[in-house]
C-alpha cells in the first residue's frame, strides 16, 4: 500500500493547493472538452472554430488555448497540485518534437465520445464534432507507450496517474439534443459504461496503477440543457432551478458507473481506482453559490448571447450577438456547456481535499 505522506503546505488563491512532495510524476488523460488542452484546436477544431479565439482562455493564458473554459480545467490544476507541467496535448507532442511526454500526455479530445463513432451513424446520429471516441485515444496512447516505455512492464506508469474522463457526457448530449427521451437513453447506459469501464481495465492491463475515473455533471443545471428544456411545469425543477429528470439521469449513469468500478477493483486489487464525483462537487456550489464566490449565480452562462440562462444556440459564446461578463471567476458556467475556471477549480479541490473523490485521490498520512 502507498505509505508515503503528504501534507498540504499551502493554499494560494489562485493556484489551488500544491503539495509538499508530489504524489504522481506523470497524468495520462482520456477524455472530452472538460479536459482537452489543445487536441481538438490543434485538429484544427472544424466543428467548433471560435475555441480559437478570445475569450476562450482570457480569464488565465491571456490567449485561447483550445480549454473550452475562460481559463484552467480540472486537469490543469491537478498537474499544479502535483507540481508537475500542464499536461501537453498528444498531437502536439506529436507533431513538434520539442512538447515532452516526460510527465504525462493529454489524449482529451473535445466533442468525444466513449462509445466509436459507427454506435452513433447506425442510430442516425451524424452531428458528432470528432471520431476521436474513447477507443481511438486508447489506440494513440498504446502506440505512443513504446517510445515513452524501455522495460516490459514500464516502471514509470506505477507513479503515473490515469485519468479516464470524464467521458460519456457527450454520447447522451448528441442524442439529447437530436430529441432522444430519457427513457430511450437510459438504454444507452450501459453501452456508455461498457466503453469506460473496458478502457479503464485496458489501461491496467498496459501497467496502470493509479487511475481516477469521473461521472457526469449534475446535466440538468447547466445552460444548455436548461435552455432546450425549459418546460412550463414548476415540477419540473428542483428548489435550486435545475431540471430534476436530467439530474437524475446522470446520477443513473454515476451509480451504474459506480457500480461497474466496484467490480472491476474486485478484479485488479492491486489497481487504486478512485471514482471522482464530478456531480457531487459541482452541487455543492449549486446549494451554496455564495460560499463558493459564485455572485452572479451557477445556472446563467457567463458568455452567451441572451435569454434567460444565457444561453443562445443563434449565439452561442464567441459568435457574433454574444458576450462575455465582466468577471467570470463569479459565474460557475462558463458558455452554457462548459464551466468557468472558477468552478474547476472548486472541482478540482473537492477532489482534493477529498470530499468528491473515494478511495481520496491525495492518499492520508499513515
Ligand atoms: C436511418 O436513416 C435511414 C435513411 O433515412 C433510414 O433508412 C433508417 O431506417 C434509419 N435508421 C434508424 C435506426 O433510425
Ligand atoms: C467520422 O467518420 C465518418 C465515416 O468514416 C466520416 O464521414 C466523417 O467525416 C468523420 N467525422 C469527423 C469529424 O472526422
Ligand atoms: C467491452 O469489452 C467486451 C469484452 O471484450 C466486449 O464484448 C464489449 O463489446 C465491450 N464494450 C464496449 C461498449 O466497448
Ligand atoms: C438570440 O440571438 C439571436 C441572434 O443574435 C437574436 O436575434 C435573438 O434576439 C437572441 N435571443 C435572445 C432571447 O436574446
Ligand atoms: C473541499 O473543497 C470543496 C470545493 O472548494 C468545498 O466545497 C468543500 O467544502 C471542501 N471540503 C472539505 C472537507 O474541506
Redesign the pocket.
Known sequence: MNCKSFIIVFLFQNIGLVLSSPQYESIFNFGDSLSDTGNFLLSGALAFPVIGQLPYGETFFQRATGRCSDGRLIIDFLAEAFSLPYVPPYLAVKQDRGQSSQHGVNFAFAGATALDAEFFFERNISILWTNNSLNVQLNWFRKLKSDICSDEDCDFFKKSLFLVGEIGGNDYNYAFFLGGGIKQLRSMVPFVVGAIINATSALIEEGAVELMVPGNFPIGCSAVYLTLFESSNKEDYDRHGCLKAFNAFARYHNSQLKQALDLLRQTYPHARIIYADYYG?AM??VH?PL??GFYGGTLKACCGGGGPYNFNNSARCGHAGSEACQNPSIYSNWDGIHLTEAAY???A??L?????SAPPLISSPH
Open positions: 462537487a455543492r456550489f451554496a460560499h463558493h477549480r472548486h472541482v479541490l473537492a482534493i481535499n477529498g470530499s468528491s
